[in-house]
């Protein structure tokens, strides 16, 4: 219900911007049919009430000028109320065609007419060529509808013509301004990245104190990273965005803290598969990187790339093309990451793999080293909690005499708890020992 109404409350303010639209075009066809004089005054989109919806309050927040409100709901109207632009298809009979000035194509599969930013540009300023010039402006990657995601540019490729190409809402925006929800993109080939999340809690995470003060660094960043972006002084103070390392086995952590910065931090957390990154073609691998970063770029969300070391390795003297190439993406990465403006963390199990230039340019590095005894004692006691009720000693024996991570423990009691219902009985310290011995295999150890 809540969302319906969330999605009604929308659509009123779509219509509000559609209505001028709708007007701004029959103002400026008149005025060039009938020859009169543009006007220099240009039709004032309508005021914004940011309590109205979605919609609304996102065009309050983000200050839009009134072009880029006008690139905003032609976009969005190309899609659900595309018969609004069916003016333009008239001919000019004297020609036997259509008005090149008006710009836009016809779409003959959709059979509808597409406006391009050369339309936009004759209903924001007629068909003065200055405005025309201007149009780079709004293709600058620095431009709000492109760097927040906004906005795609469609077929410059194919015309190589900023005028002749068409402005496009990419598909998270038009799930904010349709259904008011935010975008949560699906684990794809085109973006080789999933969405972690945890029912897990900070009191469920044990570790050292020396590793929790450099946690607590991190969520400062966070917390006040606004206030850099917006203060000049600090932004030349301060390298863009926050790249963390964390180190060390497998199992100690490093996955559930990236997940708890998250949570705490109401941010999506997504870690990046390198499997499907990772590409034996020249390029490609940097393509891949290029979508995710592209996609996150002012999202605030937190990127976790997981057994990093095999993008961030040291860069070796070129013997062959392979080191030409390793080294080549390995310095695209340092650019991309440098470059991006939220939160990165690189998981890895040997530190020394990683690229010494980079190593420079990250602000934490947090060794997650296996617990100690008190810190075991501690996961057991979490990891038991309402599954089993054990006695002290059998924990402390069990923490003493095997040194294994917190992923470990959790394998250790799960596997004891689907015994325990296979036998109908609370598992016994031998029956515990037994799951600890599973995983020190798994581990290629040996008690």
């Not at 044990?206 to 932004?235: F, G, T």
Request: glycine content about 4%.
């Amino acid at each position: 219900m809540e969302r319906n109404l969330t999605t009604l409350n929308n659509a009123t303010t779509y219509e509000r911007e559609l209505t001028w639209l709708d007007n701004l075009i029959s103002e400026r066809l008149e005025c060039y049919f009938s020859g009169e004089k543009l006007k220099e005054t240009f039709l004032e989109p309508p005021k914004i009430n940011p309590n109205e919806s979605v919609y609304s309050a996102w065009l309050y927040k983000n200050d839009f000028d009134p072009f880029h409100r006008l690139v905003i709901v032609s976009a969005l109207t190309v899609t659900y109320s595309s018969s609004t632009f069916d003016r333009f298809l008239i001919k000019n009979k004297g020609l036997d065609k259509r008005f090149t000035e008006f710009g836009g194509y016809f779409d003959s599969k959709l059979s509808k007419f597409v406006p391009t930013f050369e339309t936009l540009l004759f209903l924001f300023n007629g068909v003065k060529h200055s405005s025309k010039f201007l149009i780079r402006n709004i293709l600058d990657k620095n431009n709000i509808l492109i760097a927040k995601n906004i906005l795609t540019i469609q077929n410059f490729e194919s015309t190589k013509s900023f005028l002749s190409s068409s402005p496009s809402l990419t598909d998270e925006t038009i799930q904010l301004l349709t259904v008011g929800t935010k975008f949560k993109p699906q684990y794809s080939i085109n973006f080789p990245a999933k969405l972690i999340e945890t029912e897990m809690n900070w009191d469920d995470l044990v570790l050292n104190e020396s590793l929790l003060n450099e946690i607590e660094n991190i969520c400062i960043w966070l917390k006040h990273s606004n206030q850099i972006d917006n203060d000049p002084n600090l932004r030349k103070k301060f390298n863009k965005g926050y790249k963390c390392l964390f180190y060390g086995p497998p199992g100690t952590g490093k996955t559930l803290t990236a997940s708890l910065l998250g949570k705490r931090n109401g941010l999506e957390v997504y870690r990046i598969d390198l499997s499907q990154i990772i590409s034996k073609y020249v390029g490609e691998t940097e393509k891949n990187l290029a979508q995710i970063f592209d996609l996150a770029e002012n999202k605030d969300w937190i990127l976790f790339f997981d057994e990093a070391e095999s993008l961030f390795s040291k860069r070796t003297d070129v013997s062959d093309s392979k080191d030409k190439f390793s080294n080549q993406l390995t310095s695209y990465l340092l650019q991309r990451i440098e470059d991006f403006n939220g939160l990165v963390v690189l998981a890895t199990n040997l530190k020394p793999n990683i690229d010494n230039a980079f190593s420079r340019r990250i602000q934490s590095i947090l060794h997650f080293d296996l617990p100690d005894f008190n810190e075991r004692k501690l996961i057991w006691k979490n990891s038991l909690l309402g599954i089993f009720e054990i006695e002290d000693e059998v924990i402390n024996r069990l923490a003493k005499n095997y040194k294994i991570g917190g992923g470990s423990i959790k394998n250790v009691v799960n596997y004891s708890w689907l015994l325990s219902k296979r036998m109908d009985q609370i598992p016994s310290e031998q029956e515990f020992v037994m799951g600890i011995k599973k995983e020190l295999m798994k581990e290629g150890k040996l008690i």
